[in-house]
């Protein structure tokens, strides 16, 4: 299935796509601009710190628990949704102390 966001990615279909049934999902872009503009109006005008690396940092740590609870712990192919080796995931697995055993993840949803 042809991605519009990425074009040069190819998804798998959804059960609801194959019936039929479409949702029509936003750009992430929409979401994070929400965000953001939210986070700069709690600052009330204070400047954040070391914006990049916290931005990073959180994108990362909550991107991989919530792919990796959506694979249900498939390294495999939690690597091939994020687009990265299964060695640089397991890397970042490790920095984040993400699923290195099996048991700290942040969210605790199943249905993530």
Same mark, same amino acid.
């Given at each position: 299935?042809y991605?519009?966001?990425?074009?040069?990615?190819?998804?798998q279909?959804?059960?609801?796509?194959?019936?039929? %049934?479409?949702?029509?999902?936003?750009?992430?872009?929409?979401?994070?601009?929400?965000? %953001?503009? +939210?986070?700069?109006? =709690?600052?009330?005008? *204070? =400047?954040?710190?070391?914006?990049? =690396? +916290?931005? /990073? +940092?959180? %994108?990362?740590?909550?991107?991989f628990?919530?792919? %990796?609870?959506? /694979?249900?712990?498939?390294?495999?192919?939690?690597?091939?949704?994020?687009?990265?080796?299964?060695? *640089?995931?397991?890397?970042?697995?490790?920095?984040?102390?993400?699923?290195?055993?099996?048991?700290? /993840?942040?969210?605790?949803?199943?249905?993530?």
């Amino acid at each position: 299935m042809y991605n519009p966001w990425y074009p040069n990615c190819v998804v798998q279909r959804s059960k609801k796509e194959k019936m039929g %049934l479409k949702k029509k999902v936003k750009p992430l872009s929409r979401y994070i601009r929400r965000s %953001l503009k +939210q986070y700069f109006d =709690d600052l009330n005008g *204070t =400047d954040p710190c070391d914006l990049h =690396d +916290q931005m /990073t +940092q959180e %994108l990362e740590r909550h991107l991989f628990d919530y792919v %990796l609870k959506h /694979t249900n712990g498939n390294r495999s192919r939690a690597a091939a949704i994020l687009g990265m080796s299964r060695s *640089t995931l397991r890397k970042k697995l490790v920095q984040y102390e993400l699923g290195v055993d099996g048991s700290r /993840t942040l969210s605790r949803n199943p249905h993530c």
